[in-house]
């Protein structure tokens, strides 16, 4: 297992169009998250989902957002008619469930950044 | 409010000196992380805790529940260690997601 991988490391994009990220986590995690970090700030939490159970999403997650994880695995987030207060890192991580998430935490991806012009 | 406050901000040292970031929050939690970020983005998670102590090669990581406050120390520095050190806290009430402190960019001159 390689981690948790992004796709794409960075995106450029006019504003107004939509865009996808994909997010792979590690294979035995069923939690995923999706994190947002702007310039000199910390992550901000975006939504997680358990399997295929998108279970809490932030005040954040506006109604251009949305995000999707079908069979539990991988998981996509969208961004529909992208602005210019987009642009940040996006960060996916994963993590088991119940206890063991207090034995083995968490494990993020590398991001990807989106630029907005 | 939930709060993850961290110190300082920046923080510049010679190699080999003794380093102290802290974090401090607001409620009770479950868990606090302290991750690392180098330039570029990737989040690299070094400890998580809920009590007491933990010891990895040169980075030790305290945490006292009563005062809601947690250490982490770098013991003779190196360059290589320089990267944003980032405290995060998973609360009680909380199913899943982590409250991020902003940030302590460390570097490290030779």
């Known amino acids: 297992d390689t981690g948790v991988s992004q796709d794409p490391r960075h995106k450029i994009t006019k504003r107004g169009q939509n865009v996808t990220f994909r997010c792979d986590p590690i294979?035995?995690?069923?939690?995923l998250y999706w994190y947002r970090q702007t310039l000199g700030q910390g992550p901000e939490f975006l939504t997680y989902f358990q399997n295929e159970a998108q279970l809490e999403k932030s005040r954040l997650l506006s109604d251009r957002f949305s995000a999707e994880r079908p069979k539990g695995s991988f998981s996509t987030l969208e961004i529909q008619r992208t602005e210019q207060g987009d642009s940040a890192m996006y960060l996916c991580?994963?993590?088991?469930?119940?206890?063991?998430?207090?034995?083995?935490?968490?494990?993020f991806g590398s991001g990807t950044r989106l630029t907005v012009v | 409010k939930n709060e993850v406050e961290q110190s300082p901000q920046n923080l510049t040292a010679q190699e080999g000196e003794f380093i102290t970031i802290n974090c401090s929050y607001s409620?009770?939690?479950?868990?606090l992380h302290w991750l690392q970020q180098h330039p570029g983005g990737g989040i690299v998670s070094l400890f998580m805790l809920s009590s007491g102590k933990k010891k990895h090669g040169r980075l030790i990581a305290t945490i006292n529940i009563q005062e809601k406050h947690s250490s982490l120390h770098i013991t003779a520095s190196h360059p290589r260690d320089s990267a944003v050190y980032i405290c995060?806290?998973?609360?009680?009430?909380?199913?899943?997601?982590?409250?991020f402190g902003k940030g302590t960019k460390l570097s490290v001159k030779p």
């Open positions: 995060a806290v998973r609360y009680g009430g909380s199913q899943g997601n982590l409250i």
């Open positions: 294979s035995e995690h069923n939690r």
């Open positions: 991580a994963s993590s088991a469930s119940g206890t063991e998430v207090y034995r083995y935490g968490y494990t």
């Open positions: 409620v009770g939690i479950s868990a």
